[in-house]
């Protein structure tokens, strides 16, 4: 579906926010341009609202005013601001793990935008130039990502990736990204993790001498953790005397000769240096799928886009329903989760002893707000790891979640069944449309903003419409802690 | 205020599932892995294959604990997999996604003993002791990925897919689960039993010569599996095509029960020895049509006449087909397609 609201509000950095970094900002001048020229060509296709928008940007002849060109821009530029937030969100998502940085901490490089200041480009196609009040053209002091974004996209061509695929392609490319991401993406990893979890793909970006030493060192290193994990050896431990002499045989077989263990030591930890580089473990092509005949990429197809026609339920129907229906799922998934981990913590053999802490500890979480790190000693736990996997507020999040989805699920089938629509037996193509009309409901009234909320770092503010009903429940199953 | 269309699916960017592993998860992957794995890598890949095993199992149990989950006890290299109510769940464990690539084995999607309905991938962090649930794929999406696509590049006897073409959204495999019949994913099966003894003796009418398409020739009124993608008949479908089988299509025209629409009959052959032939049978709607006309039935009949094999379409079948069978050369069956009393038979000879 299209929402053209994306070509005049922008996603920029935003310093008031309380809970996310970012804002969406109306650009009014952007609006009221786009409403001038598309005011009958709505439902054109992205594609030609957006090379047409295009087309204004880069009108070189006097025909359009500069302001207007700049206008133009600055509607695309809205345009992509949206999957360059998605594309930093997707980096966070990739690197998992125990990794020392949010994706907010990405925005600075790459949502540098401040929806405001008008930008052409040069005859070159190359320099951002500002146009000041006076329609004059001066170099700008700070090029804007997005506009380089918009600089770089092929509009002309038939079979280019969409522009929000390569506005993702784009930020991942993004030099200052890729160094921050070098820095301090696998700054959690020692060097022996890091060999130990180089895949095939990574290998092939390296030199032969260095794809062999890891190989090596994956067919020594990788056999003796499987024991060590087993003994309760967590963090990979350098490699021992044994183990690098044992490499030092394989690699002679190889021709490779490295005289001492101790050059050896160095030489994979200088491999490993190189994996520290964020471009090693980004695939080097859009993985979009590629066609010989033409020679290009091709856009992938998307997964079926069915609308809630096919449901034969009105949409108006269905909101309504689910509108009513939601507080209620709401509660009860919150209550129904909250006693299931309950009645697990009791049973584990490890976690007995947190059982009844739980509903306290969440009440620090959620009333006090205090972070796990200070709630770990409060509850006689050993450690934030400890406290993280008891009570795991995202995970509990994320139950919530399901349960409040399948309360609705078995709610909207209920209604249907009523109506003698059910098709039984259900299709997956059919429940996974159903789905993801509720789960985008959902997520938007209730979870988005409570899974932002527990994201965001210090200084946060849990007042989403989950965490208040977490709180009520909290509050009316507490009892006092004696202790 | 958040705009809604630029946020779908982007809670599960801010949301992973992670499953926490434990001490005795450990140990039990480091006893599957020593069962299986003989040369080191292969044993590495079995060891994580065990842990993401273990770690989907736990996060299934967790959410759906009325249903029993079995493991797949014969552990192999290449995956491993579970089992719950009639689903078979298939786990592709992986270090990492950073380069959004998912490496999957061919054969897993290739043979019917190895197939699942749905292939998870799961990244297993092991020094952080933990799993994370990725995404997966049911198999009827896959296969239409695969028939859609060039098919991308192997490497290592592994398709290598986007991580894109991946479901992001965990609970649709709760949902698949407790909501969906197993058999509105349908995999390939696999022929144990040996229909040419039924296939026996000789009808005195044309017969289509199926051996002989395998040599590439094809006999009338039969059209060649490009062919079958022109405007005429448009099959929205396209099946994928391999040296070592032969397609043919054959428009049926079944008049007035289908409002004179066109189905295609489409018959796959494969040499499985010198001396025998595996042979699939399809049917499918054409031109703008997406589904099959629900009551079609479709039978496998033998020489003697007796019907060994029947499927119907039920609503929206984008397709039906019978289980794959085997014959030796020089036998005959018969395929019919029906609606309601309306039947035309098509006769082979293998």
């Not at chain 1, 087309?55 to 695309?76: E, T």
């Not at chain 1, 949010?102 to 600075?108: F, G, H, K, V």
């Not at chain 1, 967590?234 to 021992?240: E, I, L, S, V």
């Not at chain 2, 890598?41 to 079995?46: F, I, S």
Request: proline share 3%.
């Amino acid at each position: 579906m299209k929402t053209l609201s994306r070509y005049w509000k922008i996603c920029r950095i935003s310093l008031n926010n309380e809970k996310t970094r970012y804002e969406y900002f109306l650009v009014s001048t952007a609006q009221k341009f786009f409403n001038q020229i598309f005011s009958s060509l709505c439902n054109s296709p992205e594609k030609d609202i957006q090379t047409t928008l295009n087309d204004y940007f880069n009108c070189n002849n006097s025909s359009v005013a500069k302001i207007d060109r700049s206008i133009a821009g600055l509607c695309l530029r809205c345009y992509v601001s949206y999957p360059i937030l998605k594309a930093c969100q997707k980096i966070d998502y990739l690197f998992a793990g125990a990794k020392q940085f949010t994706y907010e901490d990405l925005l600075p490089f790459v949502l540098n935008d401040d929806g405001k200041t008008l930008i052409v480009l040069d005859k070159n196609n190359k320099n951002q130039l500002m146009v000041t009040d006076k329609g004059q053209t001066i170099t700008a002091t700070y090029p804007f990502f997005t506009v380089d974004v918009v600089r770089t996209y092929q509009f002309d061509s038939r079979t280019s990736m969409s522009l929000d695929n390569w506005a993702y392609l784009q930020t991942k490319q993004n030099r200052e990204i890729k160094n921050f991401l070098s820095e301090f993406g696998f700054q959690h990893l020692s060097d022996w993790a890091l060999l130990n979890r180089a895949r095939l793909l990574q290998l092939e970006s390296l030199s032969t001498r260095s794809s062999h030493l890891i190989k090596v060192f994956h067919s020594v290193y990788r056999r003796d953790r499987v024991k060590q994990q087993h003994k309760g050896v967590r963090r990979c431990p350098d490699p021992n005397e044994a183990q690098l002499q044992e490499m030092l045989v394989y690699l002679q077989k190889q021709n490779i000769i490295i005289k001492t263990t101790v050059e050896l030591l160095k030489e994979l930890k200088q491999v490993a240096k190189q994996l520290r580089q964020y471009d090693i473990w980004s695939y080097r092509e859009p993985l979009e799928s590629y066609d010989l005949d033409t020679d290009s990429y091709t856009l992938r197809a998307d997964l079926p886009n069915n609308s809630l026609n096919e449901l034969d339920l009105e949409e108006r129907e269905v909101l309504e329903f689910l509108q009513t229906s939601l507080v209620l799922a709401l509660r009860e998934g919150i209550e129904q989760e909250i006693s299931n981990r309950i009645t697990k913590l009791a049973k584990s053999q490890k976690y007995a002893l947190f059982a009844q802490k739980f509903i306290f500890g969440l009440q620090l979480y959620y009333c006090q707000g205090m972070s796990l790190s200070k709630i770990a000693p409060q509850l006689g736990m050993t450690s934030w790891d400890q406290a993280r996997r008891i009570l795991n507020p995202g995970d509990l999040l994320s139950k919530v979640r399901t349960l409040t989805t399948q309360k609705l699920l078995d709610k909207i089938l209920d209604l249907m069944k009523s109506k003698g629509l059910t098709k039984v037996p259900l299709k997956p193509d059919y429940l996974k449309t159903l789905l993801k009309r509720i789960e985008a409901f959902v997520d938007e009234e209730i979870f988005q903003e409570a899974a932002a909320e527990i994201k965001a770092g210090k200084n946060r503010s849990l007042d989403s419409l989950y965490a208040q009903q977490l709180r009520i429940y909290s509050k009316q199953k507490a009892k006092p802690i004696k202790e | 205020m958040v705009d809604s269309s630029s946020n779908s699916n982007s809670l599960r960017l801010l949301l992973s599932e992670v499953i926490c592993l434990e001490a005795e998860h450990f140990t039990q992957a480091k006893e599957i892995s020593e069962q299986v794995g003989t040369e080191v890598n292969l044993g590495w890949q079995t060891y994580l294959n065990a842990l993401g095993l273990l770690g989907l199992e736990e996060w299934l149990q967790d959410r759906i604990p009325t249903q029993a989950i079995h493991r797949d006890t014969n552990f192999r290299e290449t995956m491993c997999y579970l089992k719950m109510g009639e689903f078979k769940y298939g786990v592709i464990a992986t270090e990492h996604l950073l380069d959004e690539v998912v490496t999957v084995p061919k054969a897993v999607i290739d043979k019917p003993e190895l197939v699942a309905h749905f292939y998870v991938v799961l990244e297993v962090n092991e020094e952080q002791e933990q799993v994370i649930f990725r995404s997966f794929l049911r198999y009827d999406q896959l296969i239409n990925y695969l028939a859609k696509v060039n098919l991308p590049k192997l490497q290592d006897g592994c398709y290598q897919l986007p991580l894109s073409l991946f479901d992001a959204e965990p609970n649709h495999l709760l949902f698949y689960s407790c909501y969906l019949d197993a058999t509105t994913i349908s995999l390939p099966v696999a022929s144990t039993q040996d229909y040419s003894d039924n296939l026996l003796e000789q009808l005195p009418k044309t017969r289509t010569k199926l051996s002989q398409w395998l040599q590439g020739v094809l006999d009338t009124g039969w059209l060649s599996w490009e062919t079958l993608f022109t405007a005429e008949t448009s099959l929205a479908w396209s099946p994928r095509n391999s040296a070592e089988e032969a397609k043919g299509g054959k428009l049926i025209n079944l008049g007035i029960q289908l409002g004179g629409k066109k189905v295609v009959l489409l018959i796959t052959v494969n040499t499985e020895t010198s001396q025998k032939i595996k042979v699939g049978a399809q049917l499918y709607p054409t031109g703008e049509e997406k589904y099959l006309p629900p009551d079609l039935k479709l039978t496998l009949f033998s020489k003697a006449g007796k019907a060994l094999q029947e499927t119907q379409s039920r609503y929206q079948d984008n397709y039906i087909q019978l289980k794959p069978f085997k014959g030796e050369k020089g036998k005959h069956f018969s395929i019919e397609v029906c609606m309601h009393d309306v039947c035309v038979r098509e006769d082979f000879e293998l």
